[in-house]
């Protein structure tokens, strides 16, 4: 009896917190089980005001990056492009300067896009943070991967809202030995009508739009090239994405390939 009630009284104290604390871009789940310890600097839970990131300091760059995108995202602020080294990270020697991609031969790409993030100059900004950089090959940041941010916000603008992860795995050499170059780079966009209670909604017939893409000069154009399924990009990456879906729905909607 004394436990049972030790147990109540611990789950009505701290489970409205634990609720409470789930942001919105991550209602779909932590894949790597990031946690804002010193200690876990391959895989450091990073919160910004639009997205959130899993950062490897040993990569130099974040393992994914997730977020939420609705209309009023999407807004007329240009690009601020003031690239800068991402002063909530721990320590100096955690940080990414702009100019450490200087002469690499690989673009800035951005995880969360700055168009994603266009509502507000604040916003914006924050997207040019180096956290939320990777080394793309020029063709597949400015071409291919583009296409399907531009894609993305087509569908959100038409009426539907999303819940975005980014990330990247392997490795094809580094930036002066502080940033590691990915060879492939992933995308799960999960796309809903817009309205409430998103969890609830997602069922077995739920879009979902995987992709995984070399990072290449070679790459083709078409994004549509590198669909694949959410459980492939578990299997390459070790993550559980969309944990937060019963096992059941997940089960279905990972082996799901967008047409
Ligand atoms: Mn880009
Ligand atoms: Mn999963």
Redesign the pocket.
Known sequence: MKKLILLLFFISVFAPVAFAQVRVDLVLGNPSNATAEESNADNYLVFHSGFVLSYNKSRGAANWGTWHLSRSDIGTVDRSEAFAPDVTLPEADWRIKPTDYRNSGYDRGHLCPSKDRSSSEKSNKETFLMSNMQPQSPKLNQKTWKALEDYTRQIVEGGSEAYIYAGCYGEKGTIKDKITIPSRYYKIIVVLPEGKNDLKRIKTNTRIIAVDMPNEETINLKWRTYLTT?DEI?EATGY????TLSKEV?AIV?TKKDK
Do not use: A
């Open positions: 959410v578990e559980d994405f969309l944990s997940q990972e």
